[in-house]
Structure formats: structure tokens, C-alpha cells
T-cell receptor, first 115, second 116 residues
């Protein structure tokens, strides 16, 4: 069964460092998303991406964050200068379409620990 | 604004029993979708079931069913014949169809523990 793949599963970084979280969405999906979940809290939307551009972003997704689809398969989230409060589980998701049902399939997540 | 409320932080159920996880929502969108996801201790988010606001029947997927009461704005998940592997965190989520957004709004989750 097709699945969303995220790497690495766990990333440890020093405050102020740049990190890139990688995702391979399901191959025929056109819409891509990043969410994050701070430990013990609910899942929060960060950004959606369609047709090589951001279609929507939340207040959390400030200038420190960027997303890119560098090739036909990968979808990345970059945090330029990590802060302690960026420590969270980051989920990538993809959906076949953006209308109606729009079931988003999630990857297993990348746990980011900022020290 | 859209909001999802899950009032049960934790639930216990005996193996083979049925359990209902509560979810209420608020939205001004006339059309919307409701979703349930399971998050085991390993962390991944697994899609379980979808209910469209205009679907005539309540959704079912195997042992999962959704008790959708539109007037009450509730979308409770029913798990029948609970198994030990059902122990996990369960999240209710919603997406409005006309608000021009693709994002899901999630509830705070319910941690289910199935007892042997």
C-alpha cells in the first residue's frame, strides 16, 4: 500500500542551526502538507503546497520556515535557525486532491529535538 | 472559526467490548468533512474513517463506525470488539469545504487503553 515516507525519524540539532526535514509523498498525490505536534499537544497545521507553490500557511509558518519540492518526488521543510520551541514531531501529509473528501495521508513523522 | 472538541482525555475499555470516543465540532461552513486518525505509541498518524457532512449514512470501515449527529454537531467514533492493538491516541479532525482552506483542524485527542 502506498505510503508517505519521512526522513529522518529523529533529528537532534543545536539551537540556531538549520534543519531540513524530508518527505516523499504518495506518488499520484498533488497536495502536500506539513503539520507539527508539540509533545502532548494537538496536531497543528503549518503549510499546504500545490502546483509548486504555497497555497496556505498558518501563523506558525513564519520567515524561518520554507518548503520546497526540489524534484518530482521529494517535499522538504526547512527551518533556517531553529529555536527551542521548534522541538516537536513534524508530520508530512499528502492528498490526491484538494476538494471534497481530501483524505490526507500522513507519514510516520520526524521528531525534531532542539538543544 | 472552526473548532474540534474532544472532552475525554483518556478512556479504558475491556478487550472485545465496544467503545465510543466523543467528538464535537463547530464550523460555519455549510459543507465539511470529519476525520478520525489513530496515533499509536510509535507516533504515526493512521487514517481511520471519513464522514462528509452531506452523506446520508453514517460511515463505517470494518470495526470503526462514525455516529454522526449533524444537529448536535457531533461525530463520535465507535470501535466495536476492541483489541489490544487499538490502544492508542485517537484524534478527530475537520476540514471545511468552502472556507478556501485545505488544512485540517484537530482536536486534543483521546488516549484509549484496551485492557486484557
Amino acid at each position: 500500500e502506498p505510503e508517505v515516507t519521512q526522513t529522518p525519524s529523529h533529528q537532534v540539532t543545536q539551537m540556531g542551526q538549520e534543519v531540513i526535514l524530508r518527505c516523499v509523498p504518495i506518488s499520484n498525490h498533488l497536495y502536500f502538507y506539513w503539520y507539527r505536534q508539540i509533545l502532548g499537544q494537538k496536531v497543528e497545521f503549518l503549510v499546504s503546497f500545490y502546483n509548486n507553490e504555497i497555497s496556505e500557511k498558518s501563523e506558525i509558518f513564519d520567515d524561518q520556515f520554507s518548503v520546497e519540492r526540489p524534484d518530482g518526488s521529494n517535499f522538504t521543510l526547512k527551518i533556517r535557525s531553529t529555536k527551542l520551541e521548534d522541538s516537536a514531531m513534524y508530520f508530512c501529509a499528502s492528498s490526491e486532491d484538494g476538494v471534497a473528501k481530501n483524505i490526507q495521508y500522513f507519514g510516520a513523522g520526524t521528531r525534531l529535538s532542539v538543544l | 472559526a472552526q473548532k474540534i472538541t474532544q472532552t475525554q482525555p483518556g478512556m479504558f475499555v475491556q478487550e472485545k467490548e465496544a467503545v465510543t470516543l466523543d467528538c464535537t465540532y463547530d464550523t460555519s461552513d455549510p459543507s465539511y468533512g470529519l476525520f478520525w486518525y489513530k496515533q499509536p505509541s510509535s507516533g504515526e498518524m493512521i487514517f481511520l474513517i471519513y464522514q462528509g457532512s452531506y452523506d446520508q449514512q453514517n460511515a463505517t470501515e470494518g470495526r470503526y463506525s462514525l455516529n454522526f449527529q449533524k444537529a448536535r454537531k457531533s461525530a463520535n467514533l465507535v470501535i466495536s470488539a476492541s483489541q489490544l492493538g487499538d490502544s492508542a491516541m485517537y484524534f478527530c479532525a475537520m476540514r471545511g469545504h468552502y472556507s478556501g482552506t485545505y488544512k485540517y483542524i484537530f482536536g486534543t485527542g483521546t488516549r484509549l487503553k484496551v485492557l486484557a
